[in-house]
């Protein structure tokens, strides 16, 4: 094993690192960067793109995650899976023990994120919430059979989350701020330290922005943002909510004799 790992990423906007200061984000931002920065790696490769769902790993970034050749991968998936019409437990379960299976190697280790809920859909009417929940309840249940069919590590994101409290959250409620991405990182390099003892802390989050700047953040970056998702992410979210409560009426109804 080498003194200091090779690290590569997979995964989505989680471990691109959106929220890490940044809505579109460059350089060495988010959990996974931080977690390689604080492991001394020899190598760092973020592969991760915004919209990633499980089943797309395999597809856009497993194999060049392989030809990377490295000793820890970072992974997350599922958070958009659960936005989705078409959400199924079972195939984002599938579809990551396949991606984490191609991954798998002697002395590799895989660290996987499970997923908090989304802070946005604590602002909704309580139905909503409650939808979302059992989503990302069932996508939490896929991750962790994934990851222990492929012998990968968790990091429980919701309770780092819960830990951290409400200053955990991005702007948008939607991704982990600085100090989320943070503790994110801080949870995996307790979890690799038997291999890869640590080499540097992980940095201080920056002061949390002041007001001023969360409002010109709304402005460039939230309102463009609420548009775009107003044609197609609420829309989706509101049919997939609507469904699941009629579901859940015809479920409830007496049976006539």
């Avoid at 460059?26 to 793109?49: K, Q, R």
């Avoid at 190697?105 to 908090?116: G, M, S, Y």
């Avoid at 994101?157 to 990182?185: K, Q």
């Avoid at 699941?244 to 015809?250: G, I, K, P, V």
Wanted: aromatic share 4%; glycine share 8%; net charge positive.
């Amino acid at each position: 094993m080498a003194e200091r790992p090779t690290v590569v990423a997979i995964g989505d906007s989680l471990t691109l690192g959106v929220g890490d200061g940044t809505q579109h984000p460059t350089g060495d931002v988010g959990w996974a960067a931080h977690t390689a920065y604080a492991l001394g790696a020899a190598a760092f490769a973020n592969l991760a793109e915004n919209g990633t769902r499980a089943r797309d790993l395999t597809r856009s970034q497993v194999a060049a995650a392989v030809a990377v050749h490295p000793d820890v991968v970072l992974a997350s998936a599922g958070g958009n899976d659960v936005l989705r019409g078409d959400f199924d437990a079972a195939e984002v379960e599938q579809a990551l023990r396949g991606a984490l299976a191609t991954l798998a190697a002697p002395r590799r280790r895989i660290l996987v994120l499970t997923i908090d809920r989304i802070g946005l859909f604590d602002l909704l009417p309580s139905p909503v919430t409650a939808v979302m929940a059992r989503r990302i309840a069932a996508a939490n249940g896929a991750i962790v059979a994934a990851a222990h069919a492929a012998g990968a590590t968790l990091v429980h994101g919701g309770a780092v989350f819960s830990d951290a409290g409400p200053r955990a959250w991005h702007i948008d409620r939607i991704h982990p701020s600085p100090l989320g991405h943070r503790r994110l990182a801080a949870a995996a390099v307790h979890e690799l330290r038997a291999d890869w003892p640590l080499v540097h802390p992980v940095p201080d989050p920056p002061r949390p922005p002041r007001v001023h700047a969360r409002a010109w953040w709304l402005v460039r970056n939230g309102a463009p943002w609420a548009v775009k998702r107003s044609r197609d992410l609420i829309p989706q979210v509101a049919r997939v909510v609507t469904h699941e409560l009629l579901e859940e009426r015809r479920a409830q109804r007496p049976v006539r004799a």
